[in-house]
Every structure is written in C-alpha cells, then in structure tokens.
T-cell receptor, first 113, second 113 residues
Framework: KQEVTQIPAALSVPEGENLVLNCSFT??????LQWFRQDPGKGLTSLLL?????REQTSGRLNASLDKSSGRSTLYIAASQPGDSATYLC????????????FGKGITLSVRP | DTEVTQTPKHLVMGMTNKKSLKCEQH?????MYWYKQKAKKPPELMFV???????INESVPSRFSPECPNSSLLNLHLHALQPEDSALYLC????????????FGPGTRLTVT
C-alpha cells in the first residue's frame, strides 16, 4: 500500500528565504506526482505535475523535482513571500486505471513579513 | 476554461434534510471525482465517475448518493446525514480516469446540525 509522508507538518520562515518542502513515498511504481496548494477553507490548486519520466518541472518561483528510485520529491520555493503562506500537499498518482491519488498530510507554511 | 465550479459554497442542513451538491466542468474531462476533507487532513476519495458511469465507490455510506447526469455535471445527493459528515466536499476532474492530472473545485463547506 502506497504511503506518502510530508515532514515537517508545519514550517515558519522569514520573507525572502528560499525553502524546500519534502515529500516521500514508499512505492516507486507511480505514474505522476502532483503538488497542490490549499488556502484555509478553500479547494486545492494544482501547482506542478511531474510525470514519472521527468526529473523536474518549473513554474515561476516554484521548482519540483522527482527521484522515483529513492521515493522522493521536493518542492523548491524561491524568494518566499507572505502570500505563499498555505498548506502544500503532494499526491502520487499510480500507474494503471486505478484513479486514486494518495495524498501526504501536507506541510503548513507560514512566511513571516 | 480550466475551472471546476461547485455550488453552493456553504451549506447548513439538519439531519432530516435532503440536499444536493453540484459540480460542473467544461474542460471536456471524462472523469469526475468526489472527495471529503476534514480539518487538517488530506482529501479522502469517495467516488469516481468515468464516462458518466460510477467506477469507484470507496465504501461510502448510502446517505451519500452520487449522480453524473452528463459528462460536465456531477451531483452529490445528501440525505439523513450525521454531524460527523460535516466537512469540506471537493469535486475534481481529469481527462480520463487513471493516471491523469486532477483539477479541483473550490469545495462546498457542509455543516450538519
């Protein structure tokens, strides 16, 4: 059974800091890995999708990497801003017709002005 | 249009009420999903529809009844709910079921009194 872990559960950093959010998974037979952002009481916003054949994806100040062999993904946020404060979830998408995303519990990020 | 819409945003209902949640997407996606999310937890999959047919039911109690009238619309009918069913209900869609990127709606905040 796939398990996805995100540690730590919460992180507080000063504005302007570059930071890395970690995601680990136990079963490397994944098709994609998706990073989401969730603001309190809101839906999930897809940030980046990395296909298993890719090593990384970039969007603006965000860069996500994937190492299937070690079961790890990282989300790099450059020059963090208070507006980046949110919960960040990673989810792995299995191969095949099974549509179940397996989510980590998320990392709640607070960027202090 | 890369948006999934959900109505209503908030819903308060008594345990004897019948209500429905609505989800709509116009991205041509053929898979649609219902998730339930409790506070500070990741989303939990409830149902998956593929080409308007129910393909996955995660052993959800029968007081939740999904319906997919067409490829753009997904409903969740609620009847005789319990207070512990209070949660954020999220709808998502993807091109097809399986290993495809999922796009989430903003959610409906449900409170059962």
């Amino acid at each position: 059974k796939q398990e996805v872990t995100q540690i730590p559960a919460a992180l507080s950093v000063p504005e302007g800091e570059n930071l890395v959010l970690n995601c680990s998974f136990t079963d490397s037979a994944i098709y994609n890995l998706q990073w989401f952002r969730q603001d309190p009481g809101k839906g999930l916003t897809s940030l980046l999708l990395i296909q298993s054949s890719q090593r990384e994806q970039t969007s603006g100040r965000l860069n996500a990497s994937l190492d299937k062999s070690s079961g790890r993904s990282t989300l790099y946020i450059a020059a963090s801003q208070p507006g980046d404060s949110a919960t960040y979830l990673c989810a792995v998408i299995p191969t095949g017709a099974n549509s179940k995303l397996t989510f980590g519990k998320g990392i709640t990020l607070s960027v202090r002005p | 249009d890369t948006e999934v819409t959900q109505t209503p945003k908030h819903l308060v209902m008594g345990m004897t009420n019948k209500k429905s949640l609505k989800c709509e997407q116009h991205m041509g996606h053929r898979a649609m999903y219902w998730y339930k999310q409790k506070a500070k937890k990741p989303p939990e999959l409830m149902f998956v529809y593929s080409y308007e047919k129910l393909s996955i039911n995660e052993s959800v109690p029968s007081r939740f009844s999904p319906e997919c009238p067409n490829s753009s619309l997904l409903n969740l009918h609620l009847h005789a709910l319990q207070p512990e069913d209070s949660a954020l209900y999220l709808c998502a869609s993807s091109h097809h079921s399986g290993s495809y990127e999922q796009y989430f709606g903003p959610g409906t905040r449900l409170t059962v009194t």
